[in-house]
C-alpha cells in the first residue's frame, strides 16, 4: 500500500483521540490537508489552551484565569452548604448542563483504582478534606457524583470513611434504571441497584 509517513504521523496521531477511529482520523488528516486556514486557527487554539488553562486552586475545575480561581467558585450564586465531588472536570458541564444543581464543586481527577496505581494520594482527597475542614461548618451535605462502577464504588467507600467522623451529610447520585428505559433490557447488576436503592412514590 502506498504510504506517506508524515501524513500516516498524523493520522495515527488523530486516531489517538477518544471515539476516533483509523477511518475517521483518515478523512479529519484529509480535511485538515484541504483546509490550511482551518488547521492555522486549530493550531493556535491548541496553544492558546497549553499556554492559559489552568486548575482552580479551589475545586480544581479548569479555568483561564489568570488568578486561578474559576467561574463557579468566585459566584455569589452559588450554595456554599453543598458540595459536589466529581471524578473529572468535563463531569462538571454535565451536572450544569441538568440544570439541577447550584452548589459548589471538587474535582479528584480520577477514582480509587488500586490496580492502575490510582491510589487516594494521587487524588485530590487531601485537598477535598483540607476545604471542608477549613470550610468552618458551611458545608452541610457532600454530594458524590462518581461514576457507577468498580473504581467509584471504591472511592465512595473510602470518602465516607475519611469524612464519617465530620459532621457532614454525605450522599451519592441515585443509582438505577435510566429514564425512558424498559425493564427487559436492564442488566442484572443495575437492576439490583435500582431495587436496593429504591425511594418511596
Ligand atoms: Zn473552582
Redesign the pocket.
Known amino acids: 500500500m502506498f504510504k506517506i509517513p508524515t501524513l500516516d504521523k498524523l493520522v495515527h496521531e488523530i486516531a489517538r483521540l477518544p471515539g476516533v477511529g483509523p477511518k475517521s482520523a483518515q478523512r479529519l488528516t484529509h480535511f485538515l490537508l484541504k483546509n490550511p486556514n482551518y488547521s492555522e486557527e486549530l493550531r493556535e487554539t491548541l496553544k492558546l489552551v497549553e499556554e492559559s488553562i489552568v486548575l482552580?486552586k479551589?475545586?480544581f475545575?479548569y479555568?483561564d484565569n489568570p488568578e486561578r480561581?474559576?467561574r463557579?467558585?468566585q459566584s455569589p450564586h452559588r450554595s456554599a452548604e453543598l458540595m459536589c465531588v466529581v471524578e473529572q472536570p468535563e463531569d462538571i458541564l454535565q451536572i450544569e448542563s441538568s440544570g439541577g444543581y447550584s452548589g459548589l464543586y471538587h474535582v479528584l481527577h480520577g477514582a480509587i483504582s488500586p490496580l492502575e496505581g490510582m491510589t487516594p494520594e494521587k487524588l485530590k482527597i487531601r485537598e477535598l478534606i483540607k476545604r471542608l475542614d477549613s470550610a468552618d461548618g458551611v458545608i452541610e451535605e457532600v454530594i458524590l457524583a462518581v461514576d457507577s462502577d468498580l473504581e467509584g464504588d471504591t472511592t465512595v467507600l473510602y470518602l465516607n470513611q475519611e469524612l464519617s467522623e465530620r459532621s457532614l451529610k454525605v450522599t451519592r447520585l441515585a443509582q438505577g434504571i435510566p429514564m425512558g428505559s424498559d425493564i427487559d433490557y436492564i442488566d442484572d447488576r443495575t437492576l439490583h441497584r435500582a431495587l436496593s436503592h429504591r425511594t418511596e412514590v
Request: one cysteine or more; charged letters at 0%.
Open positions: 482552580c479551589t475545586c475545575n479555568t480561581i474559576c463557579i467558585c
